[in-house]
């Protein structure tokens, strides 16, 4: 009989820390919710949504003011990821994400990483058909702002050169 009553004190109690991960109350302040999958994969998509039509607009509220990412120039902050995001030179015809997982940082911040497939051209050159994508984001107030993100396109192993690169030329 003791058992059951500490089974169900354990059970009580890991019902009561589950209830409270999402939200906590001190004093007349509740603390934000960690952040939900489903929330951040829908800001990456739109993300690709305003990539793909040249919204600018969106841009502006969408990255965090310390936002770092990398693109054709190299390394990005907001001001030139706003530019080169706004679609300068590109067209994209469409786009999909799958594999899409999420990594809470904390309360406010989360990783998000996911497979991202576009049909589409840049400055002339087609994109790669596959990559793999990072994005963290960080609450500011009550918005979810992406605070980096990266991709490095899938390469096929079987595509590569045949010829090995000398050490000293990597």
Known sequence: ????????LTAAAALVFTAGANATT??????????AKVALVSLEKSAYEAWK???????????????????????LDKASATKEYTGAGCEIKGYALSDEQMTPLGRNAALITHKITVNGICGGQKIPSGSWAAGVYVRDGNRWKAAFHGEAPIVDPAALPAKPVAENAA
């Open 53 to 75: 039509s040249k919204d600018a607009k969106f841009w502006d509220t969408f990255l965090s003011d310390n936002f770092v990412g990398w693109g054709s120039l190299g390394r």
């Open 26 to 35: 001190t004093g007349e302040n509740t603390v934000a919710a960690a952040p």
């Open 1 to 8: 009989m003791r058992r059951i009553g500490h089974f169900g």
